[in-house]
């Protein structure tokens, strides 16, 4: 846990008003936070808290790269990630998770970890489909060589073939019926 006690700002005896902090992290930064998504990388935060009264507003600059594992080649491969997010900490009685965005804190929080915030953020950028770059550059010649290959939905409102000039449009007979509703109701109804 050593390693996590560079992260420690000393909230209680901030003033109220605007800190900025830069923070590292390498390997043992995602070693130290027990988990399996991210096993190696390296990133730069900087973190700008505005303290008032009530609560610190959080705004967390991350940029870097970690280490992924291709779903289709199983090779190891270095994804860069830049992420900017916010986070509101209210203070109140009851340490509380609010929402995603918004935490209460106690009155008499000491100090703040911001490790478990980094890490949370970092793994958000992690891409769902792991693809070594290779393979991402290989798909991209493709999709250009084969616009209009399968596989690729393409969704339009107009017909697959024009209608003739002289014949009218076909009404669907749905609509057909709506109409006769329409109109029925508002005879009806003078």
């Known amino acids: 846990m050593n390693e996590l006690k560079q992260y ?10 605007r800190h900025e902090y830069d923070f590292v992290g390498d390997d043992s930064f995602f070693e130290t936070m027990e988990q399996d998504l991210i096993r190696r990388g390296r990133f730069q935060a900087h973190l ?10 959080l705004k967390f600059v991350l940029r870097g790269s970690y ?16 992420t900017t997010q916010r986070l509101i900490l209210k203070y109140g009685d009851e340490p509380e998770e609010l929402s995603d965005e918004i ?9 703040l970890n911001v490790a478990r915030y980094l890490f949370e953020f970092i793994a958000l950028t992690v891409p769902v489909k ?13 999709d250009e060589e084969q616009p209009d290959r399968e596989g690729k939905l393409v969704y339009s409102s107009e017909p697959d073939e024009p209608e ?19 109109g029925g109701s508002s005879n009806g109804s003078h």
Do not use: N, Y
Request: aromatic share 6%; net charge negative; glycine share 2%.
């Open 48 to 57: 700008t808290l505005d303290k008032s009264e009530t609560m610190l507003h």
């Open 130 to 142: 792991k693809l070594h770059p290779r393979l991402r550059a290989e798909e991209a010649d493709e």
């Open 8 to 17: 420690e700002i000393p909230i209680l005896k901030l003033e109220t008003k």
């Open 164 to 182: 003739a000039a002289d014949e009218p449009p076909a009404v669907d007979p749905r609509w057909q019926a709506l109409a006769k509703l329409k």
């Open 67 to 82: 280490e992924l594992t291709c779903d289709r080649t199983l090779e190891p491969f270095e994804e860069p990630f830049e």
């Open 103 to 111: 935490e209460i804190i106690g009155w008499d929080t000491p100090s």
